[in-house]
């Protein structure tokens, strides 16, 4: 019954759990906002493994959550999946490696992410995330290479971003979980934009939440996987 052959969608999931659902909704609220979808047959196919990783809000992006995110690329396409997504910005410190390893289509939220920033015209960003992401640097080289300057929080900062992080992580998001990173983005005065480099923050807060211009990560890149997988090319 379903005739539009849309690419099958292989999430690496679960890092964490809420992130990854959100990202599904998104995609599907694309589908029936854009696509007109209503009966099953019109979504296309999506599995997500829920990945047991190791922590990597502050630590866990060495060789042993590589392997993981290997051994899920493998497992995904030995399932048929076709296109894959990791909604999760930690994990894209081994994006490379996920990239040379599969033989599948692998989204990039890293360059996704740096692209729409540059396409709304922001120059200077607050760039939210978990340490190891900032410690990484991943999102750097995207953002220079777009003539990008990037914020990064200071410490005391880092320290409730965070705990604001884990808050979604085990279900126990307050309204002062909301204020405290809504006071983080106040503190930097002279930004035209702020990114929410942890799939985790968007279920914290939202645009409407701010007056500077708001790049959610996660929804950026749901954009980019449902226009690919509507796009039908390998």
Do not use: W
């Not at 999931?13 to 909704?25: C, D, I, N, R, T």
């Not at 399932?79 to 994006?95: D, E, F, T, V």
């Not at 409730?160 to 309204?175: E, K, P």
């Amino acid at each position: 019954m379903n005739t539009h052959h849309y690419l099958k969608i292989g999430v690496l999931g679960g890092m964490g759990p809420e992130a990854s659902a959100a990202f599904y909704l998104r995609v599907i609220k694309l589908f029936q906002r854009e696509m007109g979808a209503e009966h099953n047959y019109q979504y296309p196919e999506m599995l997500i493994h829920n990945i047991p990783s190791p922590d990597n809000v502050e630590a866990g992006v060495d060789d042993e959550l590589k392997q993981y995110l290997l051994n899920s690329v493998t497992l995904l396409e030995n399932a048929g999946m076709q296109l894959l997504a990791i909604p999760c910005n930690s994990a894209h410190i081994h994006i490379d490696s996920v990239i040379r390893h599969a033989n599948t289509v692998v989204m990039n939220i890293l360059e996704e992410t740096a692209r729409a920033v540059e396409l709304a015209g922001a120059h200077r960003i607050l760039l939210l995330g978990t340490t190891s992401t900032l410690k990484s640097g991943s999102y750097i080289p995207y953002l220079k290479r777009r003539r990008i300057e990037a914020i990064i929080p200071s410490i005391s900062h880092q320290a409730l971003i965070t705990q604001a992080i884990m808050s979604v992580c085990n279900g126990r998001i307050t309204d002062d979980t909301k204020q405290d990173i809504l006071g983080i983005i106040d503190s930097y005065p002279g930004i035209d934009g702020v990114v929410l480099g942890c799939t985790e923050i968007p279920l914290i807060v939202n645009q409407t939440d701010m007056p500077v211009r708001c790049f959610d990560t996660n929804e950026i890149l749901a954009r980019a996987t449902f226009e690919r997988c509507c796009s039908r090319t390998l």
